[in-house]
């Protein structure tokens, strides 16, 4: 477990984070999200006793990350800022690591198996691929065999085969009852990783919710309709809820909002009106993010007009 209270970061006058309150329970995958610069980063080193905040507190596993006095066996961590000692292969790195926080030697075989290094364990880091990089910085994380997991983009530089076996990962993780909390860019990812989301946008929270109730509320779902009468459906519908949202995209076609598709089919056939097609649009994660986020974004491309 996880737990952010009023967590505010202050660097040279501007505020990265603010008041910012969140839990990360365990038994999920729990992503968080939020546009460049939003805090994430400096967040996550919070939590992991990294960076002190300017006011507020975290706790993992119920104590601060330095209350802990074996932290590699409450809490994993992978952060972007990585330093392996190039010069060392994967398994020296890791059993340095282990030696010097009293883990069992076992632990490293354990986890080159878990992460898929084994037959590069005695290669050298330098040499490494981004993809490999990565899952020697996973297999660090979980060498203390922690409760919970704070993973920093940790899809970055992965191939798709790559991004899949973490994905599993994670999920099988959090099965096992751990707490994992995972920060990404990619939404799309996130959808198909996490259950719950922690959504920040100029370091406060914009949003601390599952994965389908974001995307419900973005209010971003719509039902496009093909009819040939479309003048008749628009008011019939409206009739019925005159605050839902209807567009005519064409002359023949309605996008509707705030109307499920059995509504809008039982309403079509009680006025005798011919549907030619009736097709429920779900938003995705990626456009209820960017509902949610756009008065946060902080480098903002500029959109062709
Ligand atoms: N050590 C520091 N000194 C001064 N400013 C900093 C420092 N670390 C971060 N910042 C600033 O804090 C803000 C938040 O940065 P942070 O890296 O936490 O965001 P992020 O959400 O992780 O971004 P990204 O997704 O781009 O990695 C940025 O404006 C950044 O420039």
Redesign the pocket.
């Given at each position: 477990m996880i737990r952010a209270h009023e967590l505010t970061k202050t660097?040279?006058g501007?505020t990265?984070?603010q008041d910012l309150s969140f839990t990360v329970r365990p038994g999920t995958v729990t992503g968080f999200l939020?546009?460049?610069?939003?805090?994430?980063?400096?967040?996550m080193r919070m939590l992991l006793g990294l960076d002190a905040p300017t006011h507020g507190r975290a706790t993992v596993n119920g104590r601060a990350y330095a209350g802990h006095r074996a932290p590699l066996t409450q809490v994993g961590a992978l952060l972007?800022a990585r330093a392996i000692h190039p010069g060392r292969s994967a398994r020296d790195h890791l059993l340095a690591l282990a030696l010097t926080h009293g883990l069992p030697r076992r632990r490293v075989a354990e986890v080159l198996e878990l992460t898929g290094l084994s037959g590069v364990a005695d290669r050298r880091v330098k040499g490494f691929s981004l993809g490999m990089g990565q899952r020697l910085g996973i297999a660090s994380a979980l060498l203390g065999d922690p409760a919970t997991l704070i993973l920093d983009e940790p899809v970055n530089g992965l191939d798709p085969e790559g991004v899949l076996w973490i994905r599993t990962l994670l999920k099988s993780l959090a099965a096992e009852g751990r707490t994992v909390l995972v920060?990404s860019?990619l939404m799309s990812e996130m959808a198909l990783t996490a259950d719950h989301l922690v959504v920040?946008g100029r370091?406060r929270l914009l949003a601390d919710t599952t994965v389908d109730d974001l995307v419900r509320g973005s209010g971003g779902s719509s039902v496009r309709v093909v009819t040939p009468q479309a003048t008749d459906l628009r008011r019939a519908l409206l009739a019925e809820r005159p605050r839902g949202q209807i567009t005519a995209v064409a002359p023949d076609t309605l996008e509707v909002r705030g109307a499920d598709s059995t509504h809008i089919g039982r309403t079509a056939a009680a006025h005798g009106i011919a549907l030619y097609e009736l097709t429920p649009h779900t938003a995705s994660l990626e456009e209820a993010f960017m509902n949610l986020t756009q008065d946060a974004v902080?480098y903002q491309g500029a959109t062709a007009a």
């Open positions: 660097y040279g501007k990265v984070v939020g546009p460049n610069g939003a805090g994430k980063s400096t967040t972007e920060s860019h920040i370091g902080d």
